[in-house]
């Protein structure tokens, strides 16, 4: 009986060393919090402005953004690791919970956004993988690392100013993927495959469509696309108006190919000229030509959280 008891001390020693060593995988929180580059690719310049603006937001608003870059997640997953990592830090204020965590790991080339509770009506897992597609990724996946951190940072930066009202000056953002662009690129689409559909639609005595699998082929890849582009450039309920417009601009161009598919087959058509009375009888029209047209902080300062958890809300990406 003691030799059991011995074997499950042992393994009750061994769990706990294993757990032990999973909580003292997590990095520790530099005497600057507000950034701690332990993968070593920020430049000074990123980690003063990271620092710089942070204290500000914090003093105004108590909401903290964090950066954290690691060169592995020690075997865990990038949401269990910012969790965790989150938590220890206590980034955000202690009753508001308005912390915001920017994680990236080298090695798995991971990058995941972790907000506390207090700011997920704000900063949603829809906007905050908008924000990593749009103001991170697209720099991280060159291997830019110091100008995707800042960059994505600024972006946060500058939404969580703009709801607090807090005004910081000198944030510069670029957006790599520019949302008018993309909702010009859903709005020609949908034009394009209108004017399309006016050319091929073909329909019998009985009004039904000829050549479905054609017009298949043509509507439901182009129209997914149309969704596709529409939901990365808008959140929330701006979407449904914006996909009306377009589907509505798909509508008025498919009338308009339509009309202009019978005006070359009028014109192109040999017929009876109208003599009298409305009727048609004898000779054919000659084809022929028709005219056509266009339209600041001291270095000894040290800062540490305020205490808030994560909500565990958020979005990673792998690039």
């Known amino acids: 009986m003691k030799k059991y008891n011995i074997i499950l001390m042992l393994l009750f020693i061994a769990l706990s060393l294993s757990i032990n060593y999973k909580v003292s995988a997590l990095v520790e929180p530099t005497n600057e919090f507000y950034v701690n580059d332990y993968a070593n690719i920020l430049s000074e310049e990123t980690e003063n402005y990271i620092l710089n603006n942070s204290v500000k937001l914090a003093s105004a608003t108590k909401a903290q953004i964090v950066v954290v870059t690691v060169k592995n997640l020690e075997g865990q997953d990038i949401e269990t690791y910012a969790t965790n990592l989150f938590r220890k830090f206590g980034i955000g204020d202690e009753k508001k919970n308005n912390g915001l965590l920017i994680l990236l790991a080298l090695e798995e080339r991971d990058i995941r956004i ?49 709801k607090y009202n807090v005004n910081i000056d000198n944030i510069n953002v670029v957006q790599a993927y520019s949302d008018d662009d ?30 479905p699998t054609l017009i ?19 959140s929330g309920l701006n979407i449904f108006p914006s996909i ?64 808030g958890s994560s909500g565990g809300g958020g979005a990673s990406r792998h690039f």
Do not use: Q
């Open 114 to 162: 972790e907000v506390g509770y207090g700011l997920e009506g704000i900063v949603t897992d829809g906007l905050s993988g908008r924000y990593l597609d749009d103001y991170f990724v697209p720099y991280l996946k060159e291997d830019k690392w110091d100008e995707g951190i800042k960059n994505g940072y600024s972006a946060f930066l500058l939404l969580l100013c703009e």
């Open 182 to 211: 993309v909702s010009d690129k859903a709005m020609l689409i949908a034009i394009f495959t209108g004017l399309v559909y006016g050319f091929v639609s073909n329909k019998n005595k009985n009004g039904k469509e000829k050549n």
């Open 216 to 234: 298949a082929i043509i509507m439901i890849p182009t129209n997914l696309l149309i969704i596709y582009l529409t939901i990365k450039n808008f």
């Open 244 to 307: 009306a417009l377009c589907i509505m601009a798909e509508i008025v161009m498919s009338i308009i190919g339509s009309v202009i598919k019978e005006l070359i087959v009028y014109w192109n058509t040999p017929r009876k000229r109208i003599l009298s009375n409305g009727g048609y009888y004898g000779g054919s029209r000659s084809t022929g030509s028709s005219s056509g047209y266009s339209g600041g902080y001291s270095s000894g300062s040290s800062f540490h959280g305020g205490g």
